[in-house]
C-alpha cells in the first residue's frame, strides 16, 4: 500500500502537566472530527499525568523516557547529554514504528525530544504555545523549523500565528444553564443560591483554600454557596451556617463540566488552560496568579480581565476581606454577573482546536 493511501498519523508531544495534556486532546478531538479515519498517538512518560488522562480519553499512548533539564550544577546535569541521546533514540524508534506523518508539541518536557527526533527523521512539525511566554522546549522547536501557533500575541515566538487555546467541545457546547439543576443536586448545593466555585487545580493552593474557607461565614451571611476543590494533598474544615446555603468542600472534581455548570463565578488560578475553560464556559472570574516563576499567569488572565470578563487579584493580597468584596457584590447582582459572563465568552478563540487541527493536516499533507 502506498503511503498516500494510508490515513494519517498524528504524534501529539504535550505530557507531564493538565496544561499541556488538555490542549492536545482538544487538537485530537479536532483531528478525529475532521479526518474519522486519522491515526493519533500521544507521546508521554511514566511519571506524568497522561498516563491516566490520555487513556480515558480514547488516545493511544506511547511512552518515552522523561529527560527533564538540570537546573543546577550536580551529577544530574553531567549525565543529561548520554541520558537525552538515549531518549531521542527511543523517540526516533517511537515515530518510526507509528509511521508519524506530522508531530504537533505543546511545550513540556516530552516535547524537546520529540523536536529533535523528529527534525532528525525529517518528520515535519508544529509548535502550539498555550502561555503567554513561550518555554525552553516550544523555543527549541521554532528554531528548529517548526510551524508555529501562538494562543496570545507576544508569546516571543517570531511568526507565530495567534489561534487561542483549544479547548475540548464538551465545554465549548456546554448548556450550562439545562444542566444546572442536575449539577448542582449531584454536588449537592442549593439550586437557587448564587454559587461560587473555588480550585486551585489538581493540587490546590493554600492560599485560596485559606482565604475562601476565612470567608465562609461572609459569604454565607451574603447567601452565597460554595462549591470548593481545595486539592488532595491539603484538607478544609467549614462548619455549615444554619438557613445558610450550602458549602460543599472536596478534594478534587471529577466532573469539572458539572462544576462549571453550577457555577455562577469561579475563584482559580490562571494556567492558560484554566483561563480557557472557564471563560469558553462564558463564567466570569477572579484569577489569581502563582506568586512565582515569570509572571505568565497574570498574562494568561489580562485579555480575559481587559474585556470585563473578571479580575485579577495577586496572591499576596488575596485575604478573606478581598475576596468577600471582589465576589459578594458581582454574585448578588444578576445583571452585572450576566455581562461579565458574556464578556468572558467573546475574549477567546472558540475555534481554536479546529484551526489546529487544519494546520497539522496541512503541515503532513503538504511536506
Do not use: W
Not at 247 to 273: E, F, N, Q, T, W
Amino acid at each position: 500500500m502506498n503511503k498516500s493511501s494510508q490515513p494519517l498519523s498524528v504524534v501529539l508531544a504535550g505530557g507531564g502537566t493538565a496544561g499541556h495534556i488538555e490542549p492536545a486532546l482538544a487538537v485530537a478531538e479536532a483531528l478525529r472530527k475532521a479526518r474519522p479515519d486519522i491515526r493519533v498517538t500521544a507521546l508521554g512518560t511514566e511519571r506524568g499525568l497522561e498516563t491516566r488522562i490520555v487513556p480515558e480519553r480514547g488516545v493511544d499512548l506511547s511512552l518515552i523516557p522523561a529527560v527533564p533539564v538540570p537546573r543546577k550544577l550536580n551529577r544530574d546535569l553531567l549525565t543529561f547529554p548520554f541520558r537525552l541521546i538515549g531518549a531521542l533514540r527511543q523517540t526516533r524508534r517511537t515515530l518510526k514504528d507509528l509511521d508519524a506523518d506530522v508531530v504537533i508539541g505543546f511545550g513540556g518536557y516530552v516535547s524537546g525530544p520529540a523536536y529533535l527526533a523528529a527534525k532528525s527523521a525529517k518528520i515535519p512539525t508544529v509548535v502550539h504555545e498555550a502561555n503567554a511566554r513561550t518555554g525552553m522546549a516550544n523555543r527549541l522547536g521554532a528554531a528548529l523549523g517548526a510551524r508555529v501557533l501562538a494562543a496570545v500575541p507576544g508569546s516571543g515566538l517570531k511568526d507565530a500565528e495567534v489561534v487561542g487555546i483549544p479547548v475540548r467541545g464538551a465545554l465549548l457546547d456546554l448548556d450550562r444553564a439545562a444542566l444546572r439543576a442536575e449539577a448542582r443536586a449531584f454536588f449537592g448545593l442549593d439550586p437557587d443560591a448564587p454559587t461560587l466555585l473555588v480550585t486551585g487545580g489538581s493540587q490546590g493552593a493554600a492560599s485560596i483554600n485559606d482565604a475562601v474557607s476565612g470567608a465562609a461565614r461572609t459569604l454565607a451571611d451574603a447567601g452565597i454557596g460554595v462549591l470548593h476543590a481545595y486539592g488532595r494533598k491539603n484538607s478544609v474544615q467549614v462548619d455549615q451556617v444554619d438557613g445558610a446555603p450550602a458549602y460543599v468542600a472536596v478534594p478534587y472534581i471529577d466532573r469539572m463540566d458539572l462544576a462549571l455548570a453550577a457555577a455562577d463565578m469561579v475563584l482559580c488560578r490562571s494556567g492558560a488552560m484554566t483561563v480557557a475553560e472557564i471563560s469558553s464556559c462564558g463564567l466570569p472570574a477572579v484569577y489569581v496568579p502563582l506568586p512565582h516563576g515569570n509572571g505568565e499567569q497574570e498574562l494568561n488572565a489580562r485579555p480575559v480581565v481587559d474585556a470585563g470578563g473578571g479580575v485579577i487579584v495577586p496572591d499576596a493580597e488575596l485575604d478573606p476581606g478581598r475576596l468577600a468584596r471582589e465576589v459578594i457584590p458581582l454574585l448578588r447582582d444578576r445583571d452585572r454577573l450576566a455581562a461579565a459572563g458574556e464578556a468572558a465568552g467573546l475574549a477567546g478563540h472558540r475555534d481554536a482546536a479546529d484551526r489546529i487541527a487544519q494546520v497539522v493536516i496541512e503541515t503532513a499533507t503538504t511536506h
